[in-house]
């Protein structure tokens, strides 16, 4: 069965601080796809990467990056030098393809000025 | 902006109403999904639409029900509304490569 584990349920982290956010799935297919979504105070749910299973590498985007293990079943989320802007709830997810999309719990992530 | 519009924006109503939620997908996307984000079940798959059919379905109530129209929109209809139905409805649409694109959704406050 499709599942997404989002243990940290809140964070909070002074401004500047590099913070992690982790993400651990379980799926039975070998062809899937992994999100993580930023849902900001006005609710709005923004896209911020899609990875396929096939792809373990590595990705880096401004002040983002994305860490997929395969090994592990994780695709952890790390934000470098943390802005107040970057507070809000982070979902991330899992889909087999052509399908729904199975949400995490989310992490609410409090960055302190 | 994702293209995916969602109408209205705020809905207030009373338990036992019934509500209709509009969704237009980005143009050219065939396929509509409906999800619900609560605080005790979180965000939550309900139904998706590809080209008019029903293709899966999720965690949707028997008194929910959707339909995707020939112009490609998408109605999400609430009938004998409980306290609990309260939530966020997102609408997403997307197109052959399977991402996604979520509108701004519909936040419904049942009293």
Do not use: M
């Amino acid at each position: 069965a499709q599942k997404v584990t989002q243990a940290q349920t809140e964070i909070s982290v002074v401004e500047k601080e590099d913070v992690t956010l982790d993400c651990v799935y379980e799926t039975r297919d070998t062809t899937y796809y992994l999100f993580w979504y930023k849902q900001p105070p006005s609710g709005e749910l923004v896209f911020l990467i899609r990875r396929n299973s096939f792809d373990e590498q590595n990705e880096i985007s401004g002040r983002y990056s994305w860490n997929f293990q395969k090994s592990t079943s994780s695709f952890n989320f790390t934000i470098t030098a943390s802005q107040v802007v970057d507070s809000a709830v982070y979902f991330c997810a899992l889909s087999e393809g052509d399908d729904k999309i199975i949400f995490g719990k989310g992490t609410r992530l409090h960055i302190l000025p | 902006d994702s293209g995916v519009t969602q109408t209205p924006k705020h809905l207030i109503t009373a338990t036992g109403q019934r509500v209709t939620l509009r969704c237009s997908p980005r143009s050219g996307d065939l396929s509509v999904y409906w999800y619900q984000q609560s605080l005790d079940q979180g965000l939550q798959f309900l139904i998706q639409y590809y080209n008019g059919e029903e293709r899966a379905k999720g965690n949707i109530l028997e008194r929910f029900s959707a339909q995707q129209f020939p112009d490609l929109h998408s109605e999400l209809n609430l009938s004998s509304l409980e306290l609990g139905d309260s939530a966020l409805y997102f609408c997403a649409s997307s197109d052959r490569s399977n991402e996604q694109f979520f509108g701004p959704g519909t936040r419904l406050t049942v009293l």
